[in-house]
């Protein structure tokens, strides 16, 4: 089902990445199932084409791309980022796709377009977990994710349409997800269809579902727990087993601090965390 | 043979049969409870677990000592309920493998999770409220595992009891545990919680003498 991408590599980042089979079978996608092999088990016959991916709210030209569009709109690119879960385990993933940005600068943009809202598909017959709330997680759908406009206009935000060189499994997000790798996972909202440009910060999912626990900005904070547990480190799941000695300390903003802090330069973010 | 003799002989026949399905439930439980704790743990140190084996090792202990506990809280109202005295004798085992499991939890958060990190073993015990439950929990299991023997029920005499009365606290904690350690799903743990409270209600009157 997955096929090639061509795509230009990444440079060598000298990073163990996770396996494939890992990033594959490990995934937190509640509209398929709320344990971490669910989405692997029961996405397989979601349908990924056609799809329709509209960018639309405030901006001149909105447009639509279609399946085909995801992967040759824009020149495809390798991206190893890590991916730091607010459950404290990490991967390192190759990514392959492009920066949102270039999706948001077609759209042109106008002054109004503050935040940006993301939706993943609504289709309670193929995703289980939106047609019941027990499989879901009790969670409202469609999921819904929001990036401030300069977050999602950074040349490190990402639109993804691949891993390991080939299309996304469905469990990943296929066919087009969002990867925003200093912020928790659970904000690269998977299986996008809409992308508003707004005015307003927009509501997002867990933010909704508890809001002491997972604010709007996300970022990940070593200074900040999450209420039930220490965010001061994490595991990187990559190869061996139990024995694997693989707690590491969690870095400021997932250790992508250079690029990015300057976004946050005079906010308290144990307010805005 | 008088009638005397004829009644002691039925009585030897129906004890040997007791005693035998005793033996064969002890043999059930012992390969039902340690079988798939040495299989899980094989496979995770073989990582042929999933993504990640911690997690899966921990869900399977937490999990699975909590069924044996609820197991080892239906062996009397079912004794009761069908007249099984026998089933009573293997009340202890199950209790122990609930306990032995739970005692895999928590090494395997030490060992395993926050990997012999000891100040962050203590400052989670403390900071996460979620765990200070479970440890709570698990500190009774221990005390009611090591007054367990034989010797030490007959010293404590009426205290034992007393002291035992406390795995109706250490259900109800552990469910609470359960309940504040997912992320969204509550579905589950509230099967769970409500499984506790109905174990609970058919020991009613014992709990409120308990507590007067």
């Keep these: 089902q997955r096929h090639d991408l061509a795509y230009q590599q990444a440079a060598d980042t000298q990073q163990v990445l996770t396996p494939e089979a890992k990033i594959i079978s490990h995934n937190n996608f509640y509209e398929f199932g709320t344990s971490k092999s669910d989405p692997m088990d029961n996405s397989q016959t979601f349908k990924v084409n056609p799809w329709q991916l509209s960018i639309s709210g405030a901006v001149d030209k909105p447009y639509v791309l279609d399946y085909d569009q995801l992967f040759r709109q824009f020149p495809l690119e390798e991206r190893i980022y890590r991916l730091r879960c607010v459950e404290a385990w990490s991967m390192v993933i190759p990514w392959l796709g492009f920066p949102l940005a270039q999706l948001i600068k077609k759209a042109a943009p106008t002054s109004r377009a503050k935040f940006v809202a993301f939706e993943t598909l609504y289709d309670p017959k193929q995703m289980p977990g939106q047609a019941s709330r027990r499989i879901g997680g009790g969670i409202d759908y469609p999921y819904r994710e929001g990036l401030r406009i300069d977050e999602a206009m950074h040349p490190l935000t990402f639109l993804a349409v691949g891993l390991y060189g080939k299309t996304l499994p469905p469990q990943n997000g296929a066919p087009i997800r969002l990867v925003v790798p200093w912020k928790y996972g659970f904000k690269s909202i998977k299986s996008i269809v809409g992308i508003k440009l707004v005015e307003r910060q927009p509501p997002t999912t867990w933010n909704m579902l508890a809001a002491h626990e997972y604010g709007f900005y996300a970022n990940v904070n070593p200074e900040v727990d999450h209420p039930r547990w220490s965010q001061a480190s994490e595991r990187r799941l990559t190869t061996g087993g139990l024995l694997a000695r693989n707690r590491i300390a969690t870095l400021p903003f997932n250790g992508y601090g250079e690029e990015v802090a300057k976004l946050y330069k005079n906010m308290d973010l144990r307010k805005y965390f | ?212």
């Design chain 2, 1 to 212: 043979m008088s009638s005397d003799a004829k009644n002691t002989a039925i009585f030897t026949v129906k004890a040997q049969r007791l005693r035998r399905r005793v033996w064969l439930l002890k043999l059930v439980i012992h390969c039902a409870a340690l079988l798939p704790l040495l299989a899980i743990y094989s496979l995770a140190f073989a990582d042929q677990l999933g993504a990640d084996p911690v997690k899966a090792v921990m869900h399977f202990t937490g999990i699975g000592g909590f069924n044996l506990l609820l197991l080892t809280l239906t062996v009397t109202p079912l004794a009761k309920t069908f007249r099984a005295g026998y089933l009573l004798k293997v009340r202890r085992l199950l209790g122990l493998y609930s306990f032995s499991y739970g005692l895999c939890h928590v090494l395997s958060f030490l060992a395993f999770e926050v990997q012999f990190d000891w100040r962050l073993f203590v400052a989670e015990i403390i900071d996460r409220p979620y765990i200070t439950i479970g440890m709570t929990a698990f500190t009774i299991l221990l005390a009611l595992a090591i007054t367990s023997v034989s010797a030490l029920q007959n010293k404590l005499g009426k205290n034992w009891q007393k002291l035992h009365n406390f795995v109706y606290v250490a259900a109800l904690l552990i469910a609470w545990h359960f309940y504040w350690s997912v992320k969204s799903n509550i579905v589950e743990p509230l099967i769970y919680l409500l499984m506790v409270l109905v174990l609970l209600s058919l020991r009613k009157q014992k709990i409120s003498r308990w507590l007067r």
